[in-house]
């Protein structure tokens, strides 16, 4: 039977940040991580505080629509969606998604250049700032979070540790 130092000394082998490190690190994750704010622009238009996005333009124009007349004419031309703003006309901001890994923190990136301007200049009167608009698109909200780690990080996780232990 183990005594209870060989036990404790197995329990010091134990590095979680490793671990997350680890399974977020692995393609599949990050992209699951990216499919959840795809997922959330894409069905519901809103930013990591639930906020729905809302064009500067069509935040002028009577209606409370989500975007400018004349760019919900074009979409509808293109046969996209005009319900709400879901930063994927042509797909490039979408297919730009990366989750770059730092050495404390991962960062999840995206090309929000749009011709000679961004598209954060869209949102100039909701957010104090590009950076601000940034981050508050490439984050998830709590509760997609909470699903992801659940869901599709937790046990991958937990499997890590046990292969510390081995």
Same mark, same amino acid.
């Given at each position: $039977? ?6 404790? =000394? ?10 997350? +490190?680890?399974? $977020?690190?692995?393609? %599949? ?11 959330? !622009?894409? #069905? &519901? ?7 729905? !996005?809302?064009? %500067? ?7 409370? %629509?989500?975007?400018?007349? /004349? ?11 005009? *319900? /709400?703003?879901?930063? =994927? ?16 923190? +991962? ?10 301007? *961004?598209?954060?200049?869209? +949102? ?7 950076? &601000? +608009?940034?981050? &508050?698109?490439?984050?998830? *909200?709590?509760?997609?979070?909470? #699903? ?9 996780? *937990? ?6 232990? !081995?």
């Amino acid at each position: $039977m183990p005594k209870f130092d060989e036990i404790a =000394k197995d329990f010091n082998k134990i590095n979680a940040n490793k671990a997350f +490190f680890v399974v $977020m690190g692995r393609s %599949d994750v990050q992209a699951a991580f990216i499919a959840f704010l795809q997922r959330r !622009l894409e #069905t &519901a238009g809103t930013d990591s505080e639930g906020e729905k !996005l809302q064009t %500067d333009t069509a935040k002028i124009q009577p209606g409370g %629509d989500f975007y400018s007349k /004349h760019t919900q004419m074009l979409k509808q031309q293109k046969g996209q969606t005009i *319900t /709400h703003v879901n930063l =994927k006309d042509t797909s490039e901001f979408y297919n730009s998604m990366r989750i770059v890994s730092k050495s404390l923190y +991962f960062n999840i990136t995206a090309n929000f250049n749009k011709g000679e301007s *961004t598209i954060a200049a869209n +949102f100039k009167k909701s957010y104090k700032s590009q950076e &601000a +608009f940034e981050d &508050a698109v490439l984050k998830l *909200t709590e509760s997609e979070f909470n #699903t992801f780690f659940n869901v599709i990080v937790k046990d991958k996780i *937990t499997n890590e540790i046990i292969k510390q232990l !081995l």
